[in-house]
């Protein structure tokens, strides 16, 4: 499985980025499929993602300002992130985890920046 990111950059605060993950190889489905987050001194943590069921989950730091999607048709899932924060500033990745076995596969990420 390979994971390949793209549309990070530098924004202002309060401006708007759209993150996009393409998925290659043997999927179940897009199902699975999410966003994880490294900040400047602290560990990986989950942004959004959508659960083995289609269920979604969004991280409370970005509940109404971030929103996860997907296309089916092209094992893409997509992060559209509005309002954006300083704090935001790190470097963000694809995440698929199998279902059953929950093997997990991460993509290289993406930097994003945010300016005050």
């Known amino acids: 499985v390979q994971l390949v990111e793209s549309g990070g950059g530098l924004v202002q605060a309060g401006g708007s980025l759209r993150l996009s993950c393409a998925a290659s190889g043997s999927i179940e489905s897009v199902n699975g499929m999410g966003w994880y987050r490294q900040v400047p001194g602290m560990q990986r943590e989950v942004v959004a993602r959508f659960s083995s069921g289609g269920h979604i989950y969004y991280a409370d730091f970005v509940k109404g300002r971030f929103t996860i999607s997907r296309d089916n048709t092209k094992n893409a899932v997509y992060l559209q992130m509005n309002s954006l924060k300083p704090e935001d500033t790190g470097v963000y990745y694809c995440?698929?985890?199998?279902?059953?076995?929950?093997?997990?596969?991460w993509g290289k990420g993406t930097l994003v920046t945010v300016s005050s």
């Open positions: 995440n698929y985890q199998r279902p059953i076995t929950t093997q997990m596969y």
